[in-house]
C-alpha cells in the first residue's frame, strides 16, 4: 500500500515562505504525478501545484509566481516551495499520488497559517 506523509507546515507571515515535503513509501512503481492540493473548512478541495513524469507542472492562478513544485526522480517525495506567502493561502495542504492505472492515494494534510 502507498502511504504519504506530509511535513513541513506551521505558523508564517505574510510575505514569509514554507516548503511543504511529502515522502512516499510502499509500492509507487507506475506513479505519473504528484501533486499538492489545498482545503480550508466549508470549501471544496482544490489544486495548488501538480507535477507529471517529463517535468511538467500546473499551478492555480492564485499561486502561479509564488510558488513551486518539484520532486524526487523516483517520486520518493515531492516538494512545494511557497514564497511571498498571503493570508488567504491559509489551508490544509494535502499531497497526492495518481497512478497509470487511475488510482489516486492521499496524505493526511499538513495545515498551513499565515497571518497579516
Known amino acids: 500500500q502507498v502511504r504519504l506523509v506530509e511535513s513541513g507546515g506551521g505558523l508564517a507571515q505574510a510575505g514569509g515562505s514554507l516548503r511543504l515535503s511529502c515522502t512516499a513509501s510502499?509500492?509507487?512503481?507506475?506513479?505519473?504525478?504528484m501533486g499538492w492540493y489545498r482545503q480550508v473548512p466549508g470549501k471544496e478541495r482544490e489544486l495548488a501545484a501538480l507535477?507529471?513524469?517529463?517535468?511538467?507542472?500546473i499551478y492555480a492562478d492564485s499561486v502561479k509566481g509564488r510558488f513551486s513544485i518539484s520532486r524526487e526522480r523516483e517520486w520518493r517525495s515531492v516538494y512545494l516551495q511557497m514564497n511571498n506567502l498571503k493570508p488567504e493561502d491559509t489551508a490544509v495542504y494535502f499531497c497526492?499520488?495518481?497512478?497509470?492505472?487511475?488510482?489516486?492515494?492521499w496524505g493526511q494534510g499538513t495545515q498551513v497559517t499565515v497571518s497579516a
Open positions: 507535477i507529471r513524469t517529463g517535468g511538467t507542472t
Open positions: 497526492k499520488m495518481v497512478f497509470h492505472t487511475g488510482a489516486e492515494f
Open positions: 510502499g509500492r509507487i512503481v507506475g506513479a505519473i504525478a
